[in-house]
């Protein structure tokens, strides 16, 4: 384990984490976002980046890709930027086209610089205060995460929060991944534990309705290329196939080439797959694909989906692996 100061972002000192694993994997962790800068494996051809991120410090700051980064307070989107909370309006920053709340807002805890609170060579534990009123959201959160590298070949990222009012809370970790250097996102095969997703409306808020994927391009149920005639551009929710709070398997990414196998697990009731369609520089279109457990979007708007509601008292957590292997 390393730790060193990289740089300034508005002032404040970023620090990165350097994490080494076993069989020569090794993570990158900035302060700023709770961010994995990168994440690389041992392959038979030598060490191998498996995530997408900035090569200086100065792109985080700004960061519209949310590479890397910890999403929230409430990741993904929450329609007009306001619900209902106790009979209480709640109105949160507008941040997608001056309509939608997006990761939280401006700045979400994604664009804050975070403090390292604990560190082995293997782990790091990063803490936030995010303050009442910080982009709409009630109440003072204390969020935290924890970044672990298990064997043989794991990233396991932990969150937990409390907040000393009634609020939502829904953190997901933002990672694009890439199995094969300089692939297609939509070369790779993808497996889905899920028979609904959520249809959405062309700002991607929720309709509301939970719909069977059989029949549709969102039929992942076995394994195959995202690329299919004709193309479909993917930035949907899956209801995952478990019980609530259930950790399990849900997602298998196969690189284009087959040589290297990424399977998420997590214990969210949900997982939102972006292809890339929309990234722009430093990467572009489809150079990656974030695989983010989380709750629905816009479930504060939606009595029937899984509830991001914290009370005092209480402890949100949530914990997803995504477990590599190579060969």
Not at 103 to 113: A, C, D, F, L, Q
């Amino acid at each position: 384990m390393s730790r060193r100061l990289v740089g300034e972002i508005g002032g404040q000192p970023v620090e990165e984490v350097t994490l080494t694993g076993v069989a020569g994997m090794r993570a990158k962790i900035l302060s700023f976002g709770a961010t994995v800068a990168d994440l690389s494996l041992e392959t038979p051809t030598g060490p191998q980046s498996v995530v997408l991120g900035h090569a200086e410090l100065s792109g985080y700051a700004d960061n519209p890709a949310y590479l890397g980064v910890t999403a929230g307070r409430y990741a993904n989107r929450i329609a007009e930027g306001r619900f209902s909370l106790d009979g209480a309006l709640v109105e949160v920053d507008r941040n997608e086209h001056g309509r939608q709340h997006l990761h939280g807002g401006t700045p979400g805890i994604s664009h804050r610089n975070w403090r390292i609170v604990s560190q082995t060579d293997t782990a790091v534990t990063l803490e936030l205060l995010s303050p009442a009123g910080e982009s709409g959201y009630p109440g003072n959160a204390v969020i935290a995460c924890t970044y672990a590298l298990l064997p043989p070949g794991t990233l396991a990222v932990s969150y937990s929060a409390t907040c000393d009012a009634v609020t939502v809370m829904n953190l997901a970790h933002h990672s694009y991944f890439t199995l094969a250097p300089g692939s297609d996102s939509r070369d790779h095969q993808m497996q889905i534990a899920a028979d609904f997703y959520t249809p959405v409306d062309a700002d991607l808020i929720p309709t509301g309705e939970i719909r069977r994927v059989a029949e549709t391009p969102f039929d992942f149920c076995t394994l195959r290329p995202l690329r299919q005639p004709p193309t479909t551009p993917y930035d949907i929710n899956f209801v995952l196939r478990k019980p609530l709070g259930a950790f399990a398997p849900c997602v298998t990414l196969v690189g284009p080439d087959g040589k290297l196998r990424l399977t998420v697990a997590t214990d969210a009731p949900g997982v939102q797959v972006y292809d890339g369609h929309g990234l722009g520089a430093p990467h572009g279109a489809y150079a990656g694909i974030a695989l983010e457990p989380q709750f629905f979007p816009d479930s504060p708007n939606r009595p029937h989906f899984p509830s991001a509601r914290l009370a005092p008292g209480e402890v949100y957590r949530q914990r997803t692996e995504y477990r590599f292997t190579v060969g």
